[in-house]
């Protein structure tokens, strides 16, 4: 009798088939009859009952909670679909409360390291958890069935969260619970390594995959946990040992699975990549090359990975730019012109941000006085600590700066202890500063004319006009070429800290020669010390530098200013009045009242008298300065003064601003000149 006899072809046939599909869609060893073994690399094909919120997910992870769901605790279940025998005798297959079992699971919690509230490999009599909890109840219990022995359960806890309820240890643990949360063993996640011979501890809320696992051994009565990172063989020391005897709770059928819940607030992804578990033997290892990889990059950690990047990076710019723009300010503050004509007067070329810090930033407080020619501030150098005053004269045009530059350090050579000391200049867009010796007692005209300095005794004053005198001379005869100063007034004298007189601001006058339309001839003084002549012929001399020092002369001795206003209109021209004076035989008259006649009679005609001769109209007729000096030394004999009045003249405020406006202005300076009787004046024509 052959084999078709007994079985018909075609049941033949669909067995084969039966077979053949087994074998190729390579299904995980589930058998029909004895289904107590089976590998799973990922759960696309895997027989599980699903429940709450357990899904696989298209890769084939097994998902049993998520993150989405927040404002309910989640709980998820995933069991093998049929229930396999436990303790039981009755059947001949020898069935055991042995098992073996391994599978790899992550724990990826919403916030970083802050896990909601763990996952459980659980044998079970029942895969209906309708009335369980979440939270720490992990899905398996409810608060009133929770630690009784009816419920026949055994479960392999990897609780991410503290419940001192339950007796925790920690909230990075893994527990043997017998019916109950309150685990009969439990311990902190970490693993033996082979390699290095000791324990290593391992952050199961870390989101990376680890493998756990569990054997009990029958007949020794003995339950071990192994845990052990992703990818690492089984460490040779379980995490966990633990003897018992299984018989006692475990009942003849029972499911295989996993439990997992999450809390309010704190959840954490709960993903199961791959499961082995047999019944009949040691349970394979899992295959980690052929398990689904977990999502990459999740949505929670991705964000504040981007939104830190975008944030350092706008910081990155936000840096940048101010140290850009800190960078650009700095440099336009303390930006000067150099060029390349001015090297060789490095040694007199200062670094404007050295004036700009010596001067505190140009502040109005060492602001010294503000003249015709610009500002003039005290200053402190940084690195020498000498006291200076800077000058800040502005400048618009480029042309003749380079002449100018060489003038007035070839005048910083000037060496004469009646002469302010000039130490060198700087140059920026538009402005020049010249720097200078500071002078502590400021200029003259403050003692004669104001209450907040002391009055000058004769004494004092017949020095400062014979220094005064002295540093003209040299100017003039004395240095290897004609320096005039062009406007000698009492503000240009300045006093050093021994009341000596110095004569400030010479040469600059030269600053509107230079620069300017070479045809237009310029006129510089202060209206009082303004010769004559200068009105036809528009030229300074020293003739002219002898006038102004005349007129200087009689404002020193009789404390008033070459011209001073008198109510409206009318005019006192200093000279004038010395002039009637001294015809009426009265010349002492003259003298400043604030002396109260406490000088030296013999001194004081000298100076007047030398004042009348100096304010001649006539330039001839000036005495030169070196007779002045002489003069003014004793070592000469004064020449009898000229009887008509006519012959003194001085270029009064009405003639100038006539004379001004009678002449088209190119610089523009002096026709917006107020003609107060202190200011310089620029007058320019052609
Ligand atoms: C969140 O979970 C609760 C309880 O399980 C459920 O009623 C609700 O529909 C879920 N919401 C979403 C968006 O899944
Ligand atoms: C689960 O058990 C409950 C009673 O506890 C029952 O109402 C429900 O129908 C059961 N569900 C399934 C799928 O058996
Ligand atoms: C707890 O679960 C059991 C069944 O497992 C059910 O009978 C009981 O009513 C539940 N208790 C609560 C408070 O939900
Ligand atoms: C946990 O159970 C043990 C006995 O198994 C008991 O001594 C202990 O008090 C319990 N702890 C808690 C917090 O219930
Ligand atoms: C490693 O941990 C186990 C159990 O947690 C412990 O028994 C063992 O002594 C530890 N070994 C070392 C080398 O720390
Ligand atoms: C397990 O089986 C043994 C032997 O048949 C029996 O004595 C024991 O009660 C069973 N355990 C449970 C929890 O049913
Ligand atoms: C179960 O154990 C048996 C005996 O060791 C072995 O032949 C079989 O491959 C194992 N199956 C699985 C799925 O681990």
């Not at 009335?131 to 009816?150: A, I, P, R």
């Not at 295989?256 to 040691?282: I, M, P, R």
């Not at 406007?487 to 020669?513: H, M, P, T």
């Not at 400043?592 to 406490?598: F, I, W």
Request: hydrophobic share 40%.
């Amino acid at each position: 009798m052959s084999l078709f006899q007994l079985f018909p072809m075609a049941t033949i046939l669909r067995s084969l088939h039966f077979l053949i599909i087994l074998y190729v869609s390579n299904i995980p060893l589930a058998f029909a009859q004895n289904e107590n073994q089976f590998i799973y690399n990922g759960f696309l094909q895997a027989k599980l009952h699903l429940d709450g919120s357990a899904k696989i997910t298209s890769n084939g992870l097994l998902q049993l909670t998520n993150t989405v769901n927040i404002s309910y605790p989640q709980v998820g279940h995933a069991f093998f679909q049929f229930p396999l025998k436990f303790n039981t005798t009755s059947s001949g297959l020898s069935p055991s409360l042995s098992f073996s079992t391994n599978f790899v699971f992550a724990v990826v919690p919403q916030v970083p390291n802050v896990g909601g509230h763990g996952m459980a490999f659980t044998i079970s009599p029942s895969s209906n958890f309708t009335n369980v909890v979440g939270n720490q109840y992990l899905g398996l219990f409810n608060s009133s069935n929770e630690g009784l022995t009816s419920n026949h359960i055994l479960a392999i806890e990897l609780d991410t969260a503290l419940n001192p309820e339950f007796g925790d240890i920690d909230k990075n643990h893994v527990g043997i619970d017998v019916n109950s949360l309150n685990s009969t063993d439990s311990a902190s996640a970490m693993y033996f390594s082979n390699k290095e011979g000791k324990n290593i501890s391992l952050g199961l809320t870390s989101g990376n995959p680890m493998h756990l696992w569990i054997d009990y051994d029958e007949a020794e009565k003995l339950l071990s946990v192994t845990l052990a990172p992703k990818g690492i063989p089984k460490p040779n020391r379980p995490l966990m040992s633990k003897p018992i005897d299984l018989s006692q709770y475990l009942l003849e059928s029972m499911y295989v699975g996993f439990s997992s819940a999450t809390g309010t607030l704190v959840t954490s992804d709960h993903y199961v990549l791959g499961w082995s578990f047999n019944k009949s033997g040691q349970a394979q290892s899992l295959d980690v090359s052929k398990l689904p990889p977990l999502p990459q990059q999740r949505k929670t950690k991705e964000i504040p990975v981007l939104m830190i990047m975008v944030l350092v990076i706008a910081v990155i710019l936000v840096l940048i730019t101010i140290t850009g723009a800190a960078y650009i300010i700095r440099r336009k503050k303390y930006e000067e012109i150099r060029e390349d004509w001015e090297r060789e007067y490095g040694p007199h070329r200062f670094i404007y941000k050295n004036l700009y810090k010596a001067t505190k930033g140009f502040l109005d407080k060492e602001l010294l006085g503000a003249g015709g020619f610009g500002k003039v501030y005290r200053g402190i150098l940084p690195s020498s600590n000498i006291q200076i005053a800077v000058k800040k004269v502005s400048h618009d045009s480029k042309q003749g700066i380079k002449e100018f530059v060489a003038e007035i350090i070839s005048l910083g050579r000037l060496r004469h202890r009646n002469l302010v000391q000039l130490l060198g200049y700087c140059r920026r867009q538009g402005e020049l500063l010249l720097v200078y010796d500071y002078m502590p007692n400021g200029s003259l005209d403050k003692f004669l004319y104001s209450n907040e300095k002391p009055n000058l005794n004769w004494l004092q004053r017949f020095r400062i006009l014979r220094g005064v005198a002295s540093g003209l001379l040299y100017l003039h005869e004395d240095w290897e070429q004609v320096v005039l100063h062009r406007d000698i007034k009492a503000s240009n004298v300045l006093l050093d800290a021994e009341l000596n007189g110095r004569l400030g601001d010479f040469g600059l006058s030269r600053l509107y020669d230079h620069g300017t339309n070479p045809q237009t001839t310029h006129v510089v003084g202060t209206v009082g010390y303004l010769a004559p002549e200068l009105t036809r012929t528009r030229r300074a001399t020293t003739c002219t530098d002898v006038f102004a020092f005349g007129a200087f002369m009689l404002e020193v001795a009789c404390g008033r200013r070459p011209v001073e206003q008198q109510g409206l209109t009318e005019e006192v021209i200093l000279v004038d009045w010395v002039f009637e004076c001294w015809r009426k035989g009265s010349i002492l008259d003259a003298s400043d009242p604030r002396l109260e006649g406490n000088y030296v009679v013999e001194e004081m005609k000298l100076v007047l008298k030398l004042g009348l001769l100096c304010s001649q109209s006539m330039p001839a007729a000036r005495p030169s300065m070196r007779q002045v000096t002489q003069f003014l030394d004793g070592n000469a004999n004064l020449p009898e003064l000229p009887n008509e009045g006519g012959c003194f003249g001085t270029f009064k405020g009405n003639e100038a601003f006539d004379f001004l406006l009678s002449i088209p202005s190119t610089s523009g300076k002096g026709s917006a000149a107020s003609l107060s009787s202190t200011d310089s004046i620029l007058i320019s024509g052609r």
